[in-house]
């Protein structure tokens, strides 16, 4: 009998936060392909009951879950409460207003939400990613 030792990977869990049930299901086939247990949630009660149970790499929000501009507020307590996560806001066209309040909120990326729910989650993979194997080349 051969003598094999179990090495466990990594857990990598991956917060989606959406209203829309097709953007919830394209995020979860994608993060899941890509090795993450990903965590979907419709509204912020059900987001935040996710934060106190879960440590997150991946936060991807849309800036309206709720009211219009809540996934701001939850991308300021995700930021406070995992530093290091990549976090990736859907939102309409940027302007000025917007990309302030990105930073100011802890927003790695903001990502256009016109665009089709593979498309975005095939480049925010790719954009979190590149920035994992950056952090450990450094």
């Not at 939102?91 to 498309?119: C, F, H, K, W």
Request: with cysteine; proline share 6%.
């Amino acid at each position: 009998m051969q003598n094999t030792q179990y090495i466990p990977r990594s857990i990598r869990n991956a917060l989606v936060v959406h209203s829309d049930l097709g953007v919830l299901s394209t995020m979860q086939a994608a993060l899941s392909q890509e090795g993450f247990t990903p965590i979907l949630c419709r509204d912020l009660p059900t987001a935040l009951l996710a934060i106190v149970q879960h440590r997150f790499d991946l936060c991807i929000l849309s800036m309206s879950v709720g009211e219009k501009a809540d996934g701001w507020s939850l991308a300021g307590v995700l930021h406070m409460c995992f530093p290091h996560a990549y976090i990736a806001m859907i939102a309409p066209e940027p302007d000025l207003l917007m990309l302030q309040t990105a930073i100011n909120s802890g927003v790695t990326q903001l990502y256009l939400s016109s665009r089709p729910p593979a498309e975005l989650a095939a480049e925010i993979l790719r954009d979190c990613n590149r920035r994992t194997i950056g952090a450990r080349l450094q």
